[in-house]
């Protein structure tokens, strides 16, 4: 058991009937059209009592059911001949291709809390947060959701209500793009030839797809006939523009009906394990970013989000040789003016890596190698270092026997941080009773944890099943990870 006392509250449970629609689209062109056939031959009249039955049925479920059928109608109305059909037949064709899943049927787990962009009409000393989650479903497809709080004065936490709705955002048909962040990920690539160069060239510093869509256009033009080299240079730049993309949540949506499913080919079997940030730029000015792991089945990729109000997301690509394996966590500012990442490349030990460009990650040193029983077969982050007057305090995570995950805490110097100036022996926090029993037993997870009002405010999951909230005394932390006079027994 931890020496340190903490305070366990509220436990926040997966809702299975908290659901969006996605397209349900079979991947056969003559099922489709069989689908379509049966839904054509239908009179006007069969039409709407269909129709009447599925809004009865669904429209208390969602957000604009109408719009999300529509949407899904459009997807497969191509391949209809014809004279124009009714509004009520085209939403029962967009029923026909379309099907629930509900995002956290199986696990709502691995949290990051930080502090919420809008402050106002919060009482002195308390903090309004936000915390990311990862949803799993059928299939375990993960996404992200969000919850909202509030920390009061005397240590206590209240989450919002939770909506019944969920929405998906707009996904922004002409996103921008960074041109450097293109031409830096062309090089690790392998496609920083005459083909590339000329798309680029006649491009902005910040340029948008339509922008890119001409420009290819151009080349291709230029090019003809067109070549192998030609067509696998443009198919990297198409894969690097669907990679790199923007959604939008309307601001009158609250935080929990806000969620971010996958989009890119990257991801399409998962979001995972979102680590949320609150970086502080040179000038004051506050951006949030996360890293997370993109799923596609067979391989995983680090990917960096971006948001201002968690209204506006901007999802990036990360170039470099260190972007692999899981468990990239961002510093919340620069340290001698550059940017400075945990990660774990190795599968094994912590690492720590600089950089001079938040989107360019290379040349990781070992920071932390297991040295615990309760951590012998690897470490590494549960979110982005928390700054103190004391250090860099990095809470971890370390895998013992029997695949035990325990959750401890290190602490970094503030200006030099590959130097360790204090280490847990013994876990902060392990799975005890009904935290060990879920989809992965005996595992207490993190993925991000802030600091307020003299208390370390640590979200964690246990067993890969549900989230919680623990709170621990800071300055007895920073006691015993720095081996000085507390009311703790130190174990450093």
Known sequence: MSPIP????????????????????PSEPQRIDAVLDRALALTESEVNRALDAIREEFESRHHNVEDVLLHHHAKVKHRIAGPMLSRERELL?????????????????????VPHPDQ?????????????????????????????????MDGSIAFDPVSRYVTLPDIEPNPSYRKKNFILKFHEMGFDNGFADAVMDSLEEEFTRSALNRSVGVVLRDNNPDSHELRRTLDCIQWLADSNYELRFAPELSVSERIIFPVSPNESNGIEDA?????????????????????????????????????????????????QNKGMALFPRRIGGRYAMLSRQDDENLLIMFSDNPHYWSDPQILMRPTEVWESVKIGNCGSPIETEA?????????????????GAVLLDLHDPTIILGRLREPLLSPVGSEREGYVPNVVYSCGSLVHGGKLILSYAMSD???S??????SLLLAALTNEPGDVENRI
């Open 6 to 25: 903490l305070r366990r509250h509220e436990t926040l449970l997966p809702d299975s009937a908290r659901v969006i629609i996605r397209p349900f689209i």
């Open 93 to 113: 064709i967009g029923a026909l291709f379309s099907g629930e899943y509900a995002l956290e049927s199986a696990a709502l787990f691995n949290p990051s809390i």
């Open 120 to 152: 106002r009409g919060v009482p002195d000393g308390g903090l309004r947060f936000i915390m990311s989650l990862r949803a799993t479903g059928e299939g375990h497809i993960s996404s992200i959701e969000f919850r909202s709080g509030e920390i009061a």
């Open 275 to 323: 680590r949320f940030v609150c970086f502080a730029e040179d000038d004051g000015s506050k951006v949030y970013y996360a890293t997370y792991t993109a799923y596609n089945g067979k391989s995983i990729l680090p990917q960096l989000i971006e948001t201002r109000d968690f209204l506006h997301f901007r999802i990036l690509t990360l170039n470099g040789s260190a972007v």
């Open 391 to 407: 250090g860099w305090l990095v809470i971890t995570h370390g895998v013992g026997p029997m695949r035990k995950y325990c959750i």
């Open 465 to 467: 099943k549900f989230t």
């Open 469 to 474: 909230i623990a709170s621990v005394d800071l």
